[in-house]
């Protein structure tokens, strides 16, 4: 489940590298889908940061980083 999650952020963030438009279309509305289908087995904090759609810290989160800035809702202490 999370190894699809951090396939289509990846390619979601590359796909924003790109200005690829209908791509990044494409995987936004697939993190949409799997954040609905999945959410009750989703860490909580992985669930925030996908239906914000901080999708680069959605990215930190699965790459096991523990220093993950702290945004507008006021994240960690």
Do not use: N, W
């Not at 289509?8 to 791509?23: E, F, K, Q, V, Y």
């Not at 087995?41 to 096991?64: D, M, N, V, W």
Request: charged share 30%.
């Amino acid at each position: 489940m999370e190894t699809d999650i951090k396939t289509s952020l990846t390619a979601l963030l590359d796909a924003i590298r790109r200005s690829d438009g209908p791509a990044i279309s494409l995987e936004m509305g697939r993190l949409d889908e799997m954040l609905v289908v999945r959410r009750d087995r989703l860490h909580p904090q992985l669930a925030h940061f996908l239906e914000r759609r901080s999708y680069a810290k959605a990215h930190l989160f699965l790459g096991g980083e523990s220093d993950i800035p702290v945004g507008s809702c006021g994240g960690r202490p």
